[in-house]
């Protein structure tokens, strides 16, 4: 007998009617109209079921400290480092593990269920570092959380960047980072870039860089980190994350750097709500959108995926955890409203953000983990038009999460009724 028989299920690719059978926190078989018997059944009612969300980009160290020990008034980046700076003599290892633990609450709830999140290794205390492989520990039963160990005021240009960010690695820290356009000069930041894939390949590590976060067109360290993760072998373990600068270089450099990028097989991850917010602000009108080339990346062939970023930190007010008002502004921003863009938006917060992540036994296909999303819509567009309900949330085929379809009671002259903003 089956562990659990999800029946009349759409999924992601439109196959309609489809049922998934599960044994043992696998998925043993996916077919249309599955007869079987089943410990547990489920009417998935023709609506979306999906792998689950994965947010391959999060500071999950700043989570939900909005407010400590101020808010950020003009809602810039350099505001917001020097809050982070503000807030770094305050924290406890406490505090920092039971907001993550809250948002992981919030992660599971809505569906995310694997997030590499950045950790800041500058402090020589580590406390940050210490207090997210606790998270970890705590989360692995239900959530999967990949740790970068990331110097974000400069692994060359703060004094001990190297010790403290190796003592990071050696706690157990599974991603090499790095800030390179943060340190003081452009060759600098190139050497950054070389130490640490040196770094990475000699420990096996994969790579996951903020990289040329800035509207500068000359920011190109990208160029670097494709250079080195092709020298060293790295192809298909190495990310550059933000990339924004790329929005504002001129079109013939990119012309040579995206094949460059697509033949080291490096992935890229555009953070949307955090570039739409943070980019451009020294611009006056017409201001840049600051996010990268989204479609240019993917029509080469490169895995793209969307991140969150932040969520309620010095950086973003905003944010619940919710990856599908992250591809939904991924799509607005990259302006990616074709049938075939708004899936692929959809798919750079679950299949393709997974594969960022090297994740196992990751999607919808026999032999995967049964970790899924039941979600009150009928395909990916609809879902992300409606940041749609999570109806249930299954890892390894264990339920974690359900919520109440949404509806909203009507009462209007001369009539009541119902609605869910779905068409009829
Ligand atoms: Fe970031």
Redesign the pocket.
Known sequence: MLDLLIHNATLPDGRENMSVAVQDGRIVDIQSQLVAEAADRVDAGGMLLSPPFCDP???MDATLSYGLPRVNQSGTLLEGIALWGELKPHLTEEALVSRALQYCDWAVAKGLLAIRS?VDTSDPSLLPVRAMLEVKRRVAPYLDLQLVA?PQDGVLRAPGGLDNLTQALDLGVDVVGGIPHFERTMAEGAQSVRLLCELAAERGLPVDM?CD?SDDPLSRHIETLAFEARRLGMQGRVNG??LTSMHSMDNYYVSKLIPLIAEAQVSAVA?PL?NITLQGRHDSYPKRRGMTRVPELMAAGITVAF?H??VMDPWYSMGSGDMLEVASMGMHVAQMTSQAGMLACFEAVTTQAAKVMQLDGYGLRRGARASMVLLQARNPVEAMRLRATRLKVWKDGQLLAESAPSSTLLHLPGRSGTTSFMRD
């Open positions: 980009h999060f500071h950045h990331f903020h976060e994350s933000h953070n955090i991140g970023d932040c």
